[in-house]
């Protein structure tokens, strides 16, 4: 498995800008799918934006536009730069395979709070 690390996250008023890093560490296969996840309190964790080792990248419709994922394959490093964040934006950020069916072990997150 790869192991991911997140961090960046903190507290932003709406409006703000946040960028998260995800450093990945292990078998780095050269043929990824990687993503971002975002989970909010009481809330299931969902897949916010991918991208692949390709560089095709996706994202849902909430945040389109709003975000932007990148990778440096050099430092084995996911970023999510996220720009017009709002208050729906607050969660617990999380990396990882986007692939649909991977198995997945989870890191710690990292808290994005969205907050005047």
């Known amino acids: 498995h790869v192991q991911f690390v997140e961090s960046g996250g903190g507290l932003v008023q709406p409006g703000g800008s946040l960028r998260l890093s995800c450093a990945a560490h292990?078998?780095?296969?050269?043929?990824?799918?990687w993503g971002w996840f975002h989970q909010a309190a009481g809330k299931e964790r969902a897949l916010i934006a991918f991208?692949?080792?390709?560089?095709?990248?996706g994202y849902l419709d909430s945040v389109k536009g709003r975000f932007t994922i990148s990778a440096d394959n050099a430092k084995n490093t996911l970023y999510l730069q996220m720009d017009s964040l709002k208050p729906e934006d607050t969660g617990v950020y999380y990396c990882?395979?986007?692939?649909?069916?991977?198995?997945?072990?989870w890191g710690q997150g990292t808290q994005v709070t969205v907050a005047e």
């Open positions: 990882n395979n986007a692939a649909p069916g991977s198995d997945r072990i």
């Open positions: 292990g078998d780095i296969p050269d043929i990824y799918v």
């Open positions: 991208i692949h080792s390709d560089d095709n990248t």
